[in-house]
T-cell receptor
Framework: KAGVTQTPRYLIKTRGQQVTLSCSPISGHRSVSWYQQTPGQGLQFLFEYFSETQRNKGNFPGRFSGRQFSNSRSEMNVSTLELGDSALYLC??????????????FGEGSWLTVV | TQLLEQSPQFLSIQEGENLTVYCNSSSVFSSLQWYRQEPGEGPVLLVTVVTGGEVKKLKRLTFQFGDARKDSSLHITAAQTGDTGLYLCAGEAAGNKLTFGGGTRVLVKP
């Protein structure tokens, strides 16, 4: 059974640009969550999608957005990139969603560097 | 905002020694999870504890959930170099949101 796949693995962008990251969940998983991981702030929750609907949202500015497709694949987009957006972006999938004792499975992440 | 504080932030020990990592909060969580993350990879779930006072053992790892479900600890007995990694605790709060602690970086030296 394939795990959570994130693309691209590494990318470098310039301030002001926008970026789109992709996540393919484990087959059969309908929930996809996105997290930002930085050395200073740790792992912070961005948003969760379940059956194409955003179910939960963290405390990030509107420049961070996401969506989920009918096949459960998800994308997140960051517009007007800032240096502080440099981070590892992790996607996690689960059958029913985070919480309630459900197991979530993380991908290897997308390393974004903003210069 | 519910915060989870992990201590220590960094731990360096010799192979064969024991170690304990703590995860504390002033908030009550319905469940708490522990993850290990190795360089270049995403976090991998080690255990979920749900009941206050619960103790779970996974080989040389012992996880405990506090009676009040506000804190947890991870104890590793006779650490091995393969235990090196970033250990993260995550608490489940209302609305099924997971809050992660800042992590404890463990280095086990041969």
């Amino acid at each position: 059974k394939a795990g959570v796949t994130q693309t691209p693995r590494y990318l470098i962008k310039t301030r002001g640009q926008q970026v789109t990251l992709s996540c393919s969940p484990i087959s059969g998983h309908r929930s996809v969550s996105w997290y930002q991981q930085t050395p200073g702030q740790g792992l912070q929750f961005l948003f969760e999608y379940f059956s194409e609907t955003q179910r939960n949202k963290g405390n990030f500015p509107g420049r961070f957005s996401g969506r989920q497709f009918s096949n459960s694949r998800s994308e997140m987009n960051v517009s007007t990139l800032e240096l502080g957006d440099s981070a590892l972006y992790l996607c996690a999938s689960s059958i029913r969603g985070q919480g309630a004792g459900n197991t979530i499975y993380f991908g290897e992440g997308s390393w974004l560097t903003v210069v | 905002t519910q915060l989870l504080e992990q201590s220590p932030q960094f731990l360096s020990i010799q192979e064969g020694e024991n170690l304990t990592v703590y995860c504390n909060s002033s908030s009550v969580f319905s469940s708490l999870q522990w993850y290990r993350q190795e360089p270049g990879e995403g976090p991998v779930l080690l255990v979920t504890v749900v009941t206050g006072g619960e103790v779970k053992k996974l080989k040389r790892l012992t996880f405990q959930f506090g009676d009040a479900r506000k804190d947890s600890s991870l104890h590793i007995t006779a650490a091995q170099t393969g235990d090196t990694g970033l250990y993260l605790c995550a608490g489940e709060a209302a609305g099924n949101k997971l809050t992660f602690g800042g992590g404890t970086r463990v280095l086990v030296k041969p």
